[in-house]
């Protein structure tokens, strides 16, 4: 079996027990660093290495998944981040 026919054997398994869902965060001109990775380290139990990270793809890329998972699952992380003042919505 090919790479190209594993990497789909990969998503349908992810479609069929539905964690193909993802928090997508995006760059916005309020929040500073600092609170993008607090949050992230707080509400998706982020490391800081990893927060760091995501903080700066948000910021030269303009969005970054931070997580991914079933909808139920991620609904209330997705609030959270909301309600933290960030701008995420899942996918």
Avoid at 68 to 80: D, W
């Amino acid at each position: 079996m090919g790479t190209k026919e594993k990497i789909q054997e990969n998503v349908d398994v992810l479609e069929e027990i539905g964690l193909n869902n993802e928090i997508v965060l995006y760059n916005d001109d309020v929040n500073t660093f600092d609170h993008v990775i607090d949050t992230l380290i707080q509400v998706c139990k982020h490391t800081k290495e990893q927060a760091e990270q995501c903080a700066i793809l948000v910021h030269y890329k303009g969005r970054c998944t931070v997580k991914t998972g079933s909808y139920e699952e991620l609904k209330p992380l997705c609030s959270s981040l909301l309600d933290a003042g960030l701008s995420a919505e899942i996918k």
